[in-house]
């Protein structure tokens, strides 16, 4: 396993990428809890994910990317994994509720487990937790916390502020 440091506007983002591809980008003070990752990383920024990665964040931070071209290694249950996999379905500048990503997944009874999939998204930014809100359009929950997730939403709509 490869890790790096990118530093984003939001901070010190550590990339981490297995030889399949981008399994997490860790924010500052990050729990381990909420995404495992090996103790036995070897800092190599030149490794070609995350090299990518990088260069893909650079675009996305400077409004030239809507969305990325990375493999990925995401590891979690079946039902996290399809959620994960759900928020790129979301369009850039435009937001869902948790309700709608339940709904799209077939199982709109389950806007808590959404929620708490969503709070374990190992590649934040990437697949785009940040454009899930409440029910009433209110900005809840986010990893890097609220103001992290104001700023990339944004970032994705800089024209008509969404909040």
């Excluded at 495992?36 to 800092?43: G, K, S, T, Y």
């Excluded at 509720?97 to 709070?119: C, D, F, H, M, W």
Aim: a negative charge; proline letters at 9%; aromatic letters at 8%.
């Amino acid at each position: 396993m490869y890790c790096s440091t990118y530093q984003s506007p939001l901070g010190p983002l550590e990339l981490v990428a297995s030889d399949d591809g981008l399994l997490a980008i860790l924010w500052p003070d990050d729990p381990p809890e909420r995404v495992a990752v090996p103790d036995d990383l070897v800092e190599k920024p030149q490794n070609p994910v995350l090299a990518k990665t990088a260069k893909q964040l650079d675009e996305y931070f400077a409004g030239k990317r809507k969305s990325f071209d990375l493999p990925l290694d995401l590891r979690g249950t079946e039902f996290q994994v399809a959620a994960w996999r759900s928020l790129a379905e979301i369009p850039y500048g435009e937001t869902a509720t948790y309700g709608e990503q339940a709904a799209s997944l077939g199982r709109p009874k389950a806007v808590r487990a959404i929620g708490a999939a969503n709070g374990r998204n190992p590649v934040s930014i990437v697949l785009p937790c940040h454009r899930v809100v409440g029910a009433n359009g209110s900005l809840t929950g986010f990893a890097a916390g609220l103001d992290a997730k104001k700023f990339l939403l944004d970032l994705e709509s800089p024209d008509n502020r969404l909040f």
